[in-house]
């Protein structure tokens, strides 16, 4: 009968702490979904029991919601600003549109119609690029990837401005050798042209433009350099924003969008682009991991 009584005291006094140790840890458990849910995913080292087990594929569970609900965030947060850009940038032209509109039913002049062409062709152009960056940022475009020989996508580039180069009296030297590897060509000839549109836009007539196109020991590499005056090192990190027009801008025609797209375009293809000042020369220097 002693016997009996030992066991079932035993018994009891394991089930007593099995129970202790199971409120515990529910109560834990407990208090880690709570601070969970207010966003305090904290690390935590797990064992092999049950429940540290479901403890674990709770917080993978979480933090696969926490990524979710950021990345919705996110897309809410770049439609919203891609609606207050389109705003913005088309209150001047539509507002041009509007006063000439006017003028030419009270007096129609040729030189009216012209501008209200010029606005609309401007108008159009902003649209499209705002659409275009917004395709980039928000992944829905899919790069169509197959070997191309960057030297020759240069080369095409460069011949759509033959005669702007020829009007500034800007003279193009061009290093280049074969470099082929995988890439979307329509859109990185985009990324291109835009930075090449960028060094002849700011480029003094009858200056040069180096451009390089070489392999590296890690990278595949682009280099465009021109003479660029009233640019500042503080500068160079803001250039490849969206919107951004340094001050020797105002007299050029764009929106400050073309080096944004590119920087979108190049790092899509997991490259990079930085900007460079030697004296008064800056340099893009843009790579692709071999």
């Known amino acids: 009968m002693e016997l009996l009584i030992s066991i079932l005291v035993i018994i009891i006094g394991i089930l007593a702490f099995k129970y202790i140790v199971l409120r515990n840890e529910m109560r834990e458990f ?3 979904i709570d601070k969970a849910l207010a966003g305090d995913l904290e690390t935590t080292e797990f064992d092999e029991k049950e429940l540290s087990k479901i403890k674990s594929k709770l917080i993978k569970f979480l ?15 770049k439609t919203r600003d891609l609606i207050a850009d389109i705003s913005h940038q088309t209150k001047t032209p539509i507002a041009n549109l509007s ?15 012209e501008i209200i062409k010029y606005e609309l062709e401007k108008l159009k152009f902003l649209i499209d690029t705002l659409v275009k960056s917004s395709r980039l940022e928000t992944d829905i475009i899919g790069l169509q990837i197959s070997p191309v020989n960057l030297k020759d996508v240069v080369k095409e580039v460069l011949e759509e401005f033959a005669t702007i180069l020829s009007e500034k009296n800007i003279r193009v030297i061009l290093k280049d050798e074969d470099l082929i590897f995988d890439i979307d060509e329509r859109w990185l000839k985009e990324a291109i042209h835009n930075l090449i549109d960028n060094a002849i836009k700011y480029s003094p007539n009858g200056s040069t433009i180096t451009i390089s196109v070489y392999k590296s ?31 020797n801008s105002v007299s050029k025609d764009g929106l400050g969008l073309g080096l944004y797209i590119a920087r979108e375009i190049i790092e899509k293809h997991g490259g990079n682009v930085k900007a460079s000042l030697n004296e008064n020369r800056i340099k893009l220097s843009v790579d692709f991991p071999l």
């Open 30 to 32: 407990s208090a880690y």
């Open 63 to 77: 933090y696969a919601s926490q990524i979710k609900e950021a990345k919705i965030n996110a897309e809410k947060n």
């Open 99 to 113: 006063l000439y509109m006017s003028l030419l039913e009270e007096d129609p002049k040729d030189e009216y119609i």
């Open 217 to 247: 020991y890690l990278n595949y590499n682009i280099d465009i350099e021109n003479e660029c005056q009233d640019v500042s090192e503080e500068a160079l990190p803001k250039i490849f924003e969206r919107f951004y027009r340094g001050k």
